[in-house]
Nanobody, 124 residues
């Protein structure tokens, strides 16, 4: 079994930065792809960013490309999401997810485990 625990969310002004962290436990971490999704009030959950275990390739939603950076530290079993130039439309609950695949990483169905989420609120 795998447990994912997110942290780092909070309230920030537009233009500010936050770094989210997700600690994974329970299985060999380096052979899994990881991602961040988010869900805003009244909206469906959407893909934000992913990092594959094959080649550590990264993928981003167009809405965050150039502002957000996903990275991982396999020694510490942590995946990060550095969020810069935040906008009010980035306000959402952010979820960490783990996949046993290295393809199809933009799709929720590719993920086997999910964290409980962390709230990010960006004020204008």
């Amino acid at each position: 079994q795998v447990q994912l625990v997110e942290s780092g969310g909070g309230l920030v002004q537009a233009g500010g930065s936050l770094r989210l962290s997700c600690v994974a436990s329970g299985r060999t971490f380096s052979r899994y792809s990881m991602a961040w999704f988010r869900q805003a009030p009244g909206k469906e959950r959407e893909f934000v960013a992913a990092i594959a275990w094959v080649g550590s390739n990264t993928y981003y939603a167009d809405s965050v490309k150039g502002r957000f950076t996903i990275s991982r530290d396999n020694a510490k079993n942590i995946v990060y999401l550095q969020m810069n130039s935040l906008k009010p439309e980035d306000t959402a609950v952010y979820y960490c997810a783990l996949s046993q695949q290295h393809y199809g990483l933009r799709y929720e169905g590719s993920y086997d485990y999910w964290g409980q989420g962390t709230q990010v609120t960006v004020s204008s």
